[in-house]
Every structure is written in C-alpha cells, then in structure tokens.
C-alpha cells in the first residue's frame, strides 16, 4: 500500500534495528481516512469470506479492526490485555510475552463474544516476533470459531512472527512489509 509507505517514510521514526516508532499512525494516535483505507483494503482482500466478526487485540488493532468491521458490516470484538490474578471463568486467556514492554500480559477474550459458529478475521497493527498473534489464535482456535484469515498493518519481516504463521499454513496478508531498520534506513519488502 503505498499511501502507507509514504507516510511511514514520513512519520516513522527507528528506535533501534528491531523496533520502528509509529506513533501518529498506530500506537498512539489515528488518521481516521488512511485508517478507513487500510480497513478498505483488508475487506478487499479478504471479500468472498462468510465473516461474521472481526477480532483484535488491544488497544493498538482496534482502529484498523473498527474500520474493515464497518466495511464488512460485521461486529468488532477486542482481545483485553491485562494481568490477571484470578481465574475468569467466562472467558479465554492466553499469557503472552509483549515486544514492546518486555513483560507478559494475559489476553481475554468472553466467551459470551467469541462463538463456535463465528467465522472471524483477525486483524492487528503489527506483527514481529509473532507471539500477539500466536496467543489470540489459541483463542480462536479454544473457542471452536472458525478462522478466515489474519490481516496486519506492518510486518517487520525481518523478524519470524508472520513467515512462522504462513508456514504453518495461515493466511496472512500485510499491508507493508519491512526488511530492514538497519543504519537508522527503513526498507521496505515486496
Ligand atoms: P509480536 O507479538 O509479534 O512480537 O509483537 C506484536 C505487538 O508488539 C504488536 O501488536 C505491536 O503493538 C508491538 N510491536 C512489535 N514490534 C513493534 C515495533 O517495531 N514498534 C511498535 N511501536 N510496536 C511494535
């Protein structure tokens, strides 16, 4: 998508040869209309799919999620990321480590929202090492729901997270693939 490229080039700065700070774009601000694009192009792509919701995972997935639900005209369910003590027996958690805080977070999801009969598209901002994504799977796969697809934003490619998954046999489809962030440079992938 080169809209996003461009903007990235623009907007994004590299924190390290890891990690790419995205702040006015996905993690802590919006552009409703790119957003609204992004959402266009993940219901093109995935167009055909009996989808009956789409999921993701607080709180950066949720405006990209929002956007391609309204297009598909399906619900929006969000994965809550919290540390729980307790156990909550109306709803799936999965424990996954976090890129970006360096702690492990639970990922809950009610099973009053995630039903054997869904069908549902997975959508997320960014995917590194894979273990967001991972975690929410197991989710979708505890719940009994179908999968149509994942959908992300961004992936680093240079890191396993989304080769991993498509080995696996997942359909994953990313909007801007990054190869590099070495030397400060941020190259982008096919
Ligand atoms: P993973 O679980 O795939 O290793 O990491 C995915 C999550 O970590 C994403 O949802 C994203 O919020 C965060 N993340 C991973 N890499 C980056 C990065 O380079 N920059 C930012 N801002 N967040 C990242």
Known sequence: MDILKERILKEA??????VLKLDSLLNHGVDPQLTMEMGKEF??????????????VEASGIPVAFATALLLGVPLVFARRKKTLLGEP????????????????????SRELLRPDDTVL??????ANGDAARGLLKIIEKSGAALAG???????????????LREQGYRLETLVKIKSLDNNEISFGD
């Open 122 to 127: 997975f959508i997320d901002d960014i995917i």
């Open 43 to 56: 219901a093109r792509r995935f167009e055909g799919e009996k989808i009956t919701k789409v999921i993701t």
């Open 90 to 109: 109306d709803a799936y958690i999965e424990r996954v480590p976090s890129f970006t805080k360096g702690i492990v977070t639970d990922l809950i999801v």
């Open 13 to 18: 700065s590299v924190i390290n040869p890891g």
């Open 150 to 164: 994942i959908g992300i934003v961004l992936e680093k490619s240079f890191q396993a997270g989304g080769q991993t």
